[in-house]
């Protein structure tokens, strides 16, 4: 199994077409904290199989030191079958099923995974996956479904390309780069999914190359509605990302302020900066401190 980072602990995936290995390497140098080699939407048709025989190829020659993911063809594809015997020989820390159309689509997959599991001696589980679940209309009404944990599922991703596509739009961003409204509502539906899958909420890629401005202030804002990851279609957004998931200095300071206060948990409530606090408040400055922690270790 690759990867020695826990997947809830990402802060970055870095897609990388699997059609390019001569870029694996440098992706692995990106400093992210876990790579996506696709064999979906960055693979013309005419190279699927080349795809898919670079990417097992580099995984049975490469003990990579960071979780890798495959990013498989979806399940109504002519090529997903093919896609899924790749795990008898090369063991990723998972696969990424793309045009998730709710929890069904889920649990069908691991039942495929599952049979591959048993043909190769692997223990049962120990394929994990990471779902995209917002890329059609279809998806995005039957994204309630992920509401307890499930089999595999070790993480959502939203995505608004496809459901731009999916409604006959160019995009989902308006002129100043906001998302629209059916991008918002998918981006909070997954958002609030993955919280109640207790798996990682993984943002939407941003597409602005030379914007490290604008990603910045995305995944800022995107982490403080609750997104714990990014994805990343470029090397050069890693180190942006994770500057941008830090808790800022003011976050950090309050939560000490709430800690004292409420004497780590001793006392009920309390007044921090002229407001009252309380348990709920208790528990949002512990998550910060460990999200401190958690990307403190990350860094070493």
């Not at 025989?53 to 498989?72: G, M, Q």
Request: proline share 6%; net charge negative.
């Amino acid at each position: 199994m690759q990867g020695a980072v826990p997947p809830a602990a990402a802060r970055s995936y870095l897609f990388v077409p699997g059609n390019r290995p001569e870029r694996f390497a440098k992706a692995l140098a990106s400093g992210a904290d876990a790579l996506i080699l696709d064999l979906e939407d960055s693979v013309p048709a005419a190279e699927k199989e080349l795809a898919r025989e670079a990417v097992t190829h580099w995984l049975e020659t490469v003990a990579a030191p960071l979780p890798i993911w495959i990013r498989v063809n979806p399940a109504s594809s002519q090529w997903h079958r093919d896609d899924l015997q790749l795990l008898l020989r090369a063991s990723p820390t998972g696969l990424m099923l793309p045009k998730c159309e709710g929890a069904e689509d889920l649990l069908s997959f691991d039942r495929s995974i599952a049979e591959i599991e048993r043909a190769a001696g692997r223990p049962p589980g120990s394929v994990q996956v990471l779902v995209i679940a917002t890329e059609s209309a279809r998806a995005l009404q039957r994204i309630h479904t992920f509401d307890q944990a499930m089999p595999r599922l070790a993480g959502i991703l939203w995505g608004a390309e496809d459901l731009a596509a999916s409604l006959g739009l160019r995009s989902l961003r308006d002129r100043q780069g906001h998302y629209l409204s059916p991008a918002r509502q998918a981006r909070d539906a997954a958002l609030l999914a993955s919280h109640a899958c207790g798996v990682a909420a993984i943002d939407a890629v941003y597409t602005g190359l030379d914007d490290p401005v604008g990603l910045a202030e995305e995944t800022r804002a995107h982490a403080a509605l609750g997104f714990t990851a990014k994805a990343a279609i470029h090397p050069a957004q890693i180190a942006v990302i994770h500057q941008a998931l830090q808790p800022s200095p003011d976050d950090v300071a309050w939560a000490a302020e709430v800690l004292a206060e409420l004497e780590n948990g001793a006392k009920a409530s309390g007044r921090v900066r002229g407001a009252m606090v309380d348990q709920p408040h208790l528990k949002a400055a512990l998550h910060i401190q460990a999200s401190l922690a958690r990307l403190g270790a990350l860094k070493k």
